[in-house]
């Protein structure tokens, strides 16, 4: 099987192909090719073209795909909106099944290691969007258990629910809302927690690839006909004249 994935919910775009064996419980990938590129001018210009250089580079083109993972948020307004476009088009053009992540999910199961994580995804305007999952490493799968659903918070708030749900167990923080408020955070944590910016400031479309995969081989493709990015708050897009526009 042959799956594309993806994730556009920040300002950079996490990409891959995978040749998945399904027949194997942990959907054992045995050749691919991934690459996470900062969207420059934005995700409208550089998606496709990055999907299709990358298929390319094994031979492959968007019709030879057998099934797609992407991250459906939360993220920047317009990433998402990209991304979920971009995969109901390639529905309509090759009939591809699909499968709907949470990319804070596919952002805690990217640190491939057990215990609790916590993603934290920059939203603007001093706020996170956020989870908190509890990581089990079946073999080398990690599988989340979320602790807290996606949500959306001032930072403060949002540390104090992490601090306040952790107790006194380890906790890793991962996604680009670290680099955005490090200095808050670490003074929340004066006790040390363990971050991970630099290693996953976008989700690694590896481990999404083969737990969609699992999940598609479960329960069948999504429904693209009704499905909608997770935007978690309402755009800021404003009428003509107004100074904020959607991120």
């Known amino acids: ?34 690459r ?20 390319n580079k094994g031979g492959y083109s968007c019709s030879d795909v057998d099934l797609i993972v992407f991250g459906k948020g939360p993220g920047t307004f317009t990433g998402l909106r990209i991304g979920m476009s971009t995969v109901k088009g390639l529905f309509l053009a090759h009939q591809t099944p699909a499968v709907c ?41 990690p599988i989340a258990t979320p602790v807290i659903d996606g949500q959306v918070g001032p930072v403060a708030e949002v540390l104090g629910q992490l601090t306040e749900q952790r107790g006194d167990a380890p906790l890793t923080l991962t996604g680009n809302g670290i680099g955005a408020h490090h200095r808050q955070i670490v003074e929340t944590f004066p006790d040390g ?30 429904d693209l006909e009704h499905a909608e ?19």
């Open 36 to 55: 996470i590129d900062r969207a420059r001018p934005g995700h409208a210009e550089t998606l496709l073209p990055l999907l299709v250089a990358e298929l």
């Open 101 to 141: 992540m949470s990319s804070l999910e596919a952002l805690a199961i990217s640190c491939q290691t057990d215990g609790l994580i916590a993603p934290l995804i920059d939203a603007r305007r001093g706020e996170l969007y956020y989870g908190l999952y509890r990581i089990l490493l079946q073999g080398e799968l």
């Open 229 to 247: 990015p997770l935007y978690l708050r309402k755009p800021d897009a404003k009428l003509p004249g107004s100074k904020r526009t959607a991120d």
């Open 193 to 222: 927690v363990t971050l991970l910016e630099e290693r996953q400031g976008a989700p690694d479309t590896y481990w999404m690839a083969r737990l969609g995969a699992i999940r598609f081989g479960e329960r069948g493709p999504d």
């Open 1 to 34: 099987m042959l799956v594309l994935a993806f994730d556009t919910s920040t300002l950079s775009s996490s990409v891959g192909w995978f040749e998945v064996d399904a027949s194997t419980p942990q959907a054992t990938v045995t050749r691919f090719s991934q």
